[in-house]
């Protein structure tokens, strides 16, 4: 009984406590937050990783060249992405 | 401050659960995919070795052809339940005598466990007893006997899907089309839209997110089918029902292969994620504003 009347259920006080992490526009085609980047990431590690042993490895490359270069991509995506 | 530590307190049991029935079992299944083992093997003892039971998925033909029999499986089954809920859908927003009766009827292979529809469908289609076979041969002189015929099971394996499955896209597309404001279709009737124009611009752009989460639910489930089409074929005839899930399968039990079993299953959840994500980016992420 001590609130008044008109007081709203939800308020905007409230969402902004919740407001989802900060957007950022970099040269990915979509909105996204850190982890997104770091989702997109090491999905693209794994299928590089995959690509690898299936065409690269059996030619004397080691897999170790592809994770580096995906730690490199990480990098850029993360920071830029 | 109070009310956030109520909110932890609140989802803590569930955080819980997660964590020991999703989470560790997860850990685990990623750690044993580094490992030969075989625990009924003369030395049971798990042996890491790497990354080679990766190397060897890469090239292992029979894992490739479950990948591309499971996709095909998945094209043809979600895309044709997709349609024909959508249309049932559409048919159960209208009123039409026994409507009520045929939603009940509709309705009821979603109480059935899939162990349950793959026995039924074995009995339907055995050549013997069966009544699709029967009766194929009674009307149209066609002999089908899905033990020998690689597309009848396969096509059988897709129908029984549909049929199981169909009834919960129709189910969430209703729910959808129900919340949808009659404003937008009002105005665009005044504005002399027609049925397909509505359909694309307006009905399917708003049902999108419904339409979205149903596919991941249907794509996630149809990637792990196993119990029905074991049940119904075996995997057979030859591999032509081979689904990943049923690959894992023998791998894991018949063979007792664990290490490279869990290597199966942690490659088919990276694909499975990737498919979600994509589907999620391809329809429903906000675009970034340089564009």
Redesign the interface.
Do not use: N
């Given at each position: 009984m001590s609130k008044p009347l008109h007081t709203p259920l939800a308020t905007t006080e409230q969402e902004d406590e919740t407001a989802p992490p900060e957007?950022n526009?970099?040269f990915?085609?979509?909105?996204t937050n850190w982890f997104d980047r770091l989702?997109i990431s090491v999905?693209l590690w794994?299928?590089l990783?995959?690509f690898w042993?299936?065409f690269l490895?059996p030619a004397g490359l080691s897999?170790w060249i592809a994770n580096a270069i995906a730690l490199v991509m990480a990098f850029i995506i993360i920071r830029k992405g | 401050m109070q009310s956030k530590t109520l909110g932890w307190i609140l989802l803590a049991p569930t955080l819980l659960i997660l964590f020991f029935f999703g989470v560790l079992p997860f850990i685990y299944v990623v750690f044993v995919s580094f490992h030969q083992w075989n625990p009924f093997a003369v030395d049971p003892e798990m042996v890491f070795n790497g990354a080679d039971n990766f190397r060897q998925i890469v090239f292992d033909p029979a894992f490739l052809n479950s990948i591309g029999v499971t996709v095909l499986f998945v094209l043809f089954a979600v895309v044709s339940e997709l349609i024909l809920g959508y249309v049932l859908a559409q048919a159960f927003m209208r009123d039409f005598p026994g409507k009520a009766i045929f939603r009940t009827i509709h309705t009821l292979p979603l109480i059935m466990a899939p162990i349950i529809v793959g026995s039924v469908w074995k009995l339907m289609t055995t050549p013997s007893i069966g009544i699709i076979p029967k009766f194929l041969d009674d009307w149209f002189g066609i002999t089908m006997n899905i033990a020998t015929s690689a597309p009848a099971a396969f096509a059988t394996v897709v129908i029984m899907d549909i049929w199981h499955w169909t009834p919960l896209v129709t189910l969430t597309l209703i729910a959808a089309l129900v919340s949808l404001p009659s404003d937008p279709f009002e105005q665009a009737q005044i504005d002399g839209a027609n049925k397909r124009q509505i359909f694309w611009h307006i009905t399917l752009p708003m049902i999108a997110p419904a339409v979205v989460a149903t596919v991941f639910i249907r794509l996630m489930d149809a990637l792990r089918t196993v119990d029905e089409v074991w049940m119904l074929t075996g995997g057979g005839p030859g591999s032509a029902t081979r689904f990943v899930g049923v690959h894992i399968f023998k791998e894991v039990f018949p063979k007792t292969n664990y290490g490279y079993g869990s290597t199966i299953s942690v490659v088919v959840l990276y694909l499975t994620i990737v498919a979600c994500w994509l589907l999620y980016v391809t329809m429903l992420a906000p675009r970034s504003k340089k564009d």
């Open positions: 957007e526009a970099g990915l085609p979509i909105e989702f999905v794994i299928a990783s995959l042993f299936r490895e897999i | -």
